[in-house]
């Protein structure tokens, strides 16, 4: 049975983990690559000697983690920095999403989901065969960024800015949940776009 491979991006803050959650609700494997890009920076891991010989030990806490708000800090206020940081986590996820899906498909699943913030900057759409976006107007995408990360309106904006433009990922959607109204909107959203991926999955494996 092929597996069909659905990805699931969206601007920071546009309710991407709400709408996994509830993709997930309905049985569908899903998996945050967020949780793959901390794995890949853990403690002891390959990833975060790399990322301290290029930062230095000034973005370590003092249990030897990973600092992410100093290294935050400086990578969102340079483009260089923020490119070698990509280059150290990006293949690391990469290599895991990867693995996941091959051991989802060898298991007879027919349909997966993976929510991949920066698909589009980082090239990935071509491995997915659909792709989700979600999108909210974007004074609700500042405000929910200044309240949940403490950061000033300044640097809420930069933040988002530092992502491709919303509306260039809405264009190349093949399904938009808009996550501006009601949870109860954003849901009936979802399930819809539920029942035309499980009638996609199911007109792959005939």
Same mark, same amino acid.
């Given at each position: 049975?092929?597996?069909?491979?659905?990805?699931?991006?969206?601007?920071?803050? @546009?309710?991407?983990?709400?709408?996994?959650?509830?993709?997930?609700?309905?049985?569908?494997?899903?998996?945050?690559?967020?949780?793959? *890009?901390?794995?890949?920076?853990?403690?002891?891991?390959?990833?975060?000697a790399a990322v301290v010989?290029? &930062?230095?030990?000034?973005?370590?806490?003092?249990?030897?983690?990973?600092?992410?708000?100093?290294?935050?800090?400086?990578?969102?206020?340079?483009?260089?920095?923020?490119?070698?940081?990509?280059?150290?986590?990006?293949?690391?996820?990469?290599? *895991?999403?990867?693995?996941?899906?091959?051991?989802?498909?060898?298991?007879?699943?027919?349909?997966?989901?993976? %929510?991949?913030?920066?698909? &589009?900057?980082?090239?990935?759409?071509?491995?997915?065969?659909?792709?989700?976006? @979600?999108?909210?107007?974007?004074?609700?995408?500042? *405000?929910?960024?200044?309240?949940?990360?403490?950061?000033?309106?300044?640097?809420?904006e930069a933040r988002i800015?530092?992502? *491709?433009? @919303?509306?260039?990922?809405?264009?190349?959607? %093949? &399904?938009?949940? %808009?996550?501006?109204?009601? &949870?109860?909107?954003?849901?009936?959203?979802?399930?819809r776009v539920v029942e035309?991926?499980?009638?996609?999955?199911?007109?792959?494996?005939?």
């Open positions: 049975m092929a597996l069909l491979r659905v990805a699931l991006t969206g601007g920071i803050a @546009t309710g991407k983990t709400y709408v996994r959650t509830r993709l997930a609700s309905h049985g569908i494997p899903t998996l945050d690559a967020d949780t793959l *890009a901390r794995d890949a920076v853990a403690v002891g891991s390959g990833g975060l010989a290029r &930062f230095g030990p000034g973005i370590l806490q003092a249990d030897g983690s990973l600092n992410r708000k100093a290294l935050g800090a400086i990578v969102f206020g340079d483009p260089q920095a923020r490119a070698d940081l990509e280059a150290i986590v990006h293949p690391r996820v990469r290599e *895991a999403t990867a693995a996941w899906l091959d051991r989802l498909a060898q298991s007879g699943e027919a349909l997966a989901i993976v %929510d991949i913030p920066l698909l &589009f900057e980082t090239g990935r759409e071509r491995e997915f065969d659909r792709v989700i976006v @979600t999108n909210c107007p974007r004074g609700q995408q500042l *405000a929910r960024v200044v309240e949940r990360d403490g950061l000033t309106a300044a640097d809420a800015d530092a992502q *491709a433009p @919303t509306e260039d990922k809405v264009r190349h959607a %093949d &399904f938009v949940i %808009d996550t501006g109204g009601t &949870f109860g909107d954003t849901n009936r959203q979802v399930d035309r991926l499980l009638a996609l999955a199911a007109a792959a494996a005939r």
